[in-house]
């Protein structure tokens, strides 16, 4: 302390005005970085909900068209046609998936009925095949039984819909909260 007072006096003023930009400098550096983590955080919060019913919808989409699709199949007369909707079939199921990992990630809601969810769309892609074999192999009637929606694809559609009906409401009630 005594050596400070030995200092001329604007020497003094000098070294305070730097220490205090120095110390202005620091702090504003901290806020700034930390007002750009709130914003990012204050985004994610936002967008949140919005990205999970975004989701909800695209799987939505995805499964109608696979279930359109399949009820198309019964008209067909080519087998290129067949592998033109059977391909068509597997992008929407592989869509799906994407879908139902980002749900997964960003739903609130209990995690076992993703699982569900993903459980009976996984059962329903075995089904579609199962009805592909039965379409090849001549069996129309008995193909047009199984997808009929009294029928075990159409059941097995109902459930997928009623499962993403459960999701569906427990996000939009998240969002609106």
Same mark, same amino acid.
């Given at each position: 302390?005594?050596?400070?007072?030995?200092?001329?006096?604007?020497?003094?003023?000098?070294?305070?005005?730097?220490?205090?930009?120095?110390?202005?400098?620091?702090?504003?550096?901290?806020?700034?970085?930390?007002?750009?983590?709130?914003?990012?955080?204050?985004?994610?919060?936002?967008?949140?909900?919005?990205?999970?019913? *975004?989701?909800?919808?695209?799987?939505?989409?995805?499964?109608?068209?696979?279930?359109?699709?399949?009820?198309?199949?019964?008209?067909?007369?080519?087998?290129?046609?067949?592998?033109?909707?059977?391909?068509?079939?597997?992008?929407?199921? *592989?869509?799906?998936?994407?879908?139902?990992?980002?749900?997964?990630?960003?739903?609130?809601?209990?995690?076992?009925?993703?699982?569900?969810?993903?459980?009976?769309?996984?059962?329903?892609?075995?089904?579609?095949?199962?009805?592909?074999?039965?379409?090849?192999?001549?069996?129309?009637?008995?193909? *047009?039984?199984?997808?009929?929606?009294?029928?075990?694809?159409?059941?097995?559609?109902?459930?997928?819909?009623?499962?993403?009906?459960?999701?569906?409401?427990?996000?939009?009630?998240?969002?609106?909260?």
């Amino acid at each position: 302390m005594k050596k400070m007072i030995q200092i001329k006096i604007e020497t003094q003023l000098k070294i305070s005005f730097i220490v205090l930009l120095l110390l202005e400098l620091g702090l504003s550096n901290i806020s700034y970085f930390q007002i750009a983590k709130v914003n990012t955080l204050t985004i994610t919060l936002y967008e949140h909900p919005y990205t999970v019913r *975004k989701a909800i919808a695209e799987l939505k989409a995805n499964i109608l068209l696979m279930q359109s699709d399949v009820k198309d199949i019964y008209d067909l007369q080519s087998e290129k046609e067949l592998e033109r909707y059977t391909r068509q079939n597997n992008s929407y199921y *592989k869509n799906s998936l994407t879908e139902i990992s980002v749900i997964y990630d960003k739903y609130l809601g209990p995690l076992y009925t993703i699982d569900s969810l993903k459980t009976t769309i996984i059962k329903w892609n075995e089904m579609y095949t199962t009805a592909i074999i039965l379409f090849k192999s001549g069996k129309r009637e008995e193909f *047009k039984r199984f997808i009929a929606l009294q029928g075990s694809l159409g059941l097995q559609s109902q459930k997928v819909l009623e499962t993403l009906k459960i999701i569906d409401f427990f996000s939009n009630n998240k969002a609106n909260a």
